[in-house]
Nanobody
Framework: VQLQASGGGLVQPGGSLRLSCVAS????????IAWFRQAPGKEREGVSA????????YYAESVKGRFTMSRDSTRSTLYLQMNNLKPEDTAIYYC???????????????????????WGQGTQVTVSS
């Protein structure tokens, strides 16, 4: 599986950005794709996840109500719409994929980096005035 993240940049506080993650070479029927971020000097944290089976989404409390994860009709491109950005959202953002079962429901486990084996390169998001 190859994951390619893009869309990062510099934005002022209160602004918006949309990140994209293109997944190629995936042969799994059931999987989750998540966004993670890592700020300088901090551990990588899970931001959001989407489930292949039904497109359901799950968010970290820190971004709930501000970030929205979605996918296109082919399910190969994932998006992270980030609104009302704050300086603390500054980080490198990564997308990652993990297999799931047909009966899996998204939860905290899907925001744990150790659950993911396939990672894309990161895209830098900087929120600053």
């Amino acid at each position: 599986v190859q994951l390619q993240a893009s869309g990062g940049g510099l934005v002022q506080p209160g602004g918006s950005l949309r990140l994209s993650c293109v997944a190629s070479g995936n042969t799994l029927d059931y999987y989750a794709i998540a966004w993670f971020r890592q700020a300088p000097g901090k551990e990588r944290e899970g931001v959001s996840a989407i489930l292949s089976r039904d497109g359901s989404t799950y968010y970290a409390e820190s971004v709930k109500g501000r970030f929205t994860m979605s996918r296109d009709s082919t399910r190969s491109t994932l998006y992270l719409q980030m609104n009302n950005l704050k300086p603390e959202d500054t980080a490198i953002y990564y997308c990652a994929l993990r297999p799931t079962t047909p009966v899996h429901f998204l939860g905290d486990i899907d925001l744990r980096e150790q659950e993911y084996d396939d990672w894309g390169q990161g895209t830098q998001v900087t929120v600053s005035s």
